[in-house]
């Protein structure tokens, strides 16, 4: 029963910073894989960031550079910090959560547990 509450969306001119949370209940992060998603209005859901098999960090090409992703495991939360934003980032952006390991974290339904989503707006 894992439960994931991300926070921290809004709106922010292009060029602008934003950091997301992603809150976890249930299980501690330190045995979940954990994933960053977003999704765009009549677009698939589309990955952005997620930890490997050794808490290695693997992002998207759009993401690389920009996005940093981590794990904070004294407050069980996980976060995204984003730079450089772009309108072309606008979206609702997910956390999600898994119990056991696969080659496909890339793959949104590979993932067991999603947060309700926030919402990132990036006005030009």
């Known amino acids: 029963q894992v439960q994931l509450v991300e926070s921290g969306g809004g709106l922010v001119q292009a060029g602008g910073s934003l950091t997301l949370s992603c809150a976890v209940a249930g299980r501690t992060v330190s045995t979940l894989y954990m994933g960053w998603f977003r999704q765009a209005p009549g677009k698939e859901r589309e990955f952005v960031a997620a930890?490997?098999?050794?808490?290695?960090?693997y992002y998207a090409d759009f993401a690389k550079g920009r996005f940093t992703c981590s794990r904070d495991n004294a407050k069980n939360t996980v976060h995204l910090q984003m730079n450089t934003l772009k309108p072309e980032d606008t979206a609702v952006y997910y956390c999600?959560?898994?119990?056991?390991?696969?080659?496909?974290?890339?793959?949104?339904?590979?993932?067991?547990?999603w947060g309700q989503g926030t919402q990132v707006t990036v006005s030009s």
């Open positions: 930890f490997g098999w050794s808490g290695e960090l």
């Open positions: 999600a959560a898994k119990k056991t390991y696969s080659s496909n974290i890339y793959a949104a339904g590979a993932y067991e547990s």
